[in-house]
């Protein structure tokens, strides 16, 4: 029985469905059987930082209305063998399209067959979130160093744990350290005090993340991307392994010793 995983944060582009793609990559390079589902109805987006756009059949909607089969309705991506699939969103429906209780179920049937079941919910709190979280056991919030993106996933919390997802986990991305010790950007620490939930990873602002999301090749699988890295650490802590968080401090002073030995700062 495997477990389904909601990926929120309440403000949009904050760096969600890249989260998603990453994590669920990450977890299927560990060996586990992975399912990203998108439930953002309308405004898909998980397909294409998947590199999957162009193999879209069916989609969640026709699965939940009987038009398909759950598995017509799966992208294998073919990367990994049977350990990796995409079930898309709709691109021509909206957010009602899709039932709580229907969630539910489709949830229930997928995590019988993969080890992770992870959703890639919609921005906001209207019906696309109450859908994302319904079938959920376990919510990471991803929020950026900014404050309104803050604020916003403050509220998410709240309205996962009133919904019984107790225990959300915090990811911060986009995090730039020199902003941070110029006391330019909110430290993590700021952000660990006023969300008061446990931090499960801290992903640095990286352009290979543009890169990676414009080629439909998720960073995770980039061994040069400290972002990548930062992915592929948070997706061991969601099988349970202990790692410790990038020492982000350290690799800028490394960085700094790289340009001084060429001369270059």
Do not use: H
């Not at 949009?12 to 989260?19: R, S």
């Not at 890639?120 to 209207?126: K, N, S, V």
């Not at 008061?196 to 980039?222: K, Q």
């Amino acid at each position: 029985m495997g477990e389904v995983i909601v990926i929120t944060s309440g403000k949009g582009g904050v760096g969600k469905t890249t989260a998603t793609a990453n994590l669920g990559t990450g977890l299927a390079a560990l060996g586990k059987k992975v399912v990203l589902v998108d439930t953002d109805i309308g405004l898909r987006n998980l397909d294409v930082v998947l590199g999957l756009e162009n193999r879209i059949v069916y989609d969640i909607v026709d699965v939940t209305n009987g038009n398909c089969r759950l598995k017509q309705a799966l992208i294998k991506d073919k990367r990994f063998d049977d350990r990796l699939f995409l079930l898309p969103a709709a691109q021509t429906k909206d957010k009602t399209a899709v039932s709580e209780d229907q969630m539910c179920v489709l949830t229930a049937e997928l995590k019988e067959e993969f080890d992770y079941v992870i959703i890639d919910c919609p921005a906001g709190i209207e019906q696309g979130f109450k859908n994302a979280i319904s079938g959920a056991e376990r919510g990471l919030v991803v929020t950026t160093p900014e404050v309104s993106a803050v604020r916003d996933a403050d509220r998410i919390i709240g309205l996962l744990e009133a919904a019984d997802l107790r225990d959300p986990q915090l990811i911060i991305n986009r995090l730039r350290p020199a902003m941070v010790k110029k006391g330019d950007m909110m430290d993590i620490n700021d952000m660990i005090d006023i969300l008061a939930i446990d931090l499960i990873g801290v992903v640095p602002e990286d352009e290979t993340i543009v890169v990676s999301t414009n080629r439909g090749e998720p960073a995770v699988l980039d061994n040069e991307s400290l972002a990548g890295e930062a992915y592929r650490n948070i997706a061991k802590r969601l099988t349970g392994e202990e790692v410790p968080l990038l020492n982000l401090d350290a690799n800028g002073s490394w960085m700094k010793r790289l340009k001084k030995m060429f001369g270059i700062s």
